[in-house]
């Protein structure tokens, strides 16, 4: 059986792993809301400070999966298969290297490097020093049915586990779903709740979306 | 407290994007390129170069003279001082 061993959101008003809220942003402090979160996680990695929103909800993801759901997270190299999408792509960042040129005058390399969508998965990869499949998908909206497939396939392959997720932050709004989808050993299937004392859930279509919903619409 | 270096640290800020960090979370003497310093990689290097240029008014023109020059804020404002006398 597959199961979602961990999963986390943040949204502009919160940080939810597993579904319990672990933090909010304040209003009074100095840093940013993913700053605040990466202070609150006790998070040691400098390259962090670098990165583009996106990336940055990548690492944030993980780093409280791996910290607030207890999933030791000790895979293989290769063992880890990497799927995220959102639906405008890095738009928001070509907007700030556009900006960087226009005001002042020269092209920053710095952000640029941020302008494809999937460099999350490769600051993922570099963290973690997993070097499995990798994917990102532009798609209007969150598709369950597109996650629960590629989980499937991929965990039908050999790989030890599959994370990914919705990460779409741009100007106005910030939604992020990270999950871990592991093969855990058949045990019986319990008709409710879908979600055990752990907080592990059953990967469905159905269960997927459910606790998309939990924190986001 | 050396303004050059204050300075520095502020546009260092400026010039990579790094929204979150403060003068004060970057000491003088930290290894910008260091994992446990700032973490620079070598598309940081080409903001330095960009940034000595147009702050300081140095072109970089021996890689060498950068590889010592960037270690630090110190050792960048040691550079820069040569560089202008």
Not at chain 1, 29 to 56: C, G, T, V
Not at chain 1, 99 to 117: E, N, Q
Not at chain 1, 161 to 184: R, S
């Amino acid at each position: 059986m597959i199961k979602i061993t961990g999963y986390c959101h943040i949204t502009d008003l919160l940080c939810a792993v597993n579904g319990k809220i672990l933090l909010q942003p304040s209003p009074d402090s100095e840093h940013s809301w993913f700053r605040q979160i990466y202070n609150f996680a006790d998070i040691q990695y400098p390259k962090f400070h670098k990165m583009d929103a996106l990336a940055q909800a990548g690492v944030l993801g993980v780093e409280l999966i791996r910290l607030f759901a207890a999933r030791p997270m000790d895979f293989q190299d290769e063992g880890v298969d990497l799927v995220f999408a959102n639906r405008y792509a890095s738009a928001a960042t070509d907007r700030r290297f556009q900006a960087s040129y226009a005001d002042h005058m020269s092209p920053s390399p710095a952000i640029f490097v941020y302008t494809l969508p999937n460099i999350i998965t490769g600051e993922i990869a570099i963290l973690k020093k997993w070097y499995g499949e990798n994917t990102f998908v532009v798609m209007p909206e969150f598709d369950p049915g597109f996650f629960t497939s590629y989980i499937q396939r991929h965990i039908a392959r050999g790989c030890e586990a599959v994370i990914g997720g919705w990460v779409q932050i741009d100007e106005e709004n910030t939604e992020v779903f990270i999950f871990l989808a592991e093969p855990i050993p058949a045990e019986p299937i319990p008709a409710e709740p879908i979600q055990a004392d752990d907080g592990a859930v059953r990967l469905g279509v159905r269960e997927l979306l459910e606790i998309y919903q939990q924190h986001l619409s | 407290m050396d303004q050059l270096k204050e300075d520095l640290k502020h546009q260092i800020i400026e010039q990579l994007n790094l929204e979150d960090v403060t003068a004060a979370d970057i000491s003088d003497d930290m290894l910008l390129f260091d994992a446990n310093g700032l973490a620079l990689d070598s598309i940081d290097a080409l903001e330095m170069i960009v940034l000595l240029e147009k702050y300081h008014g140095i072109q970089v023109v021996n890689p060498e003279e950068g590889k010592s020059a960037f270690l630090s804020v110190n050792s960048l404002a040691e550079y820069i001082r040569q560089k202008s006398n």
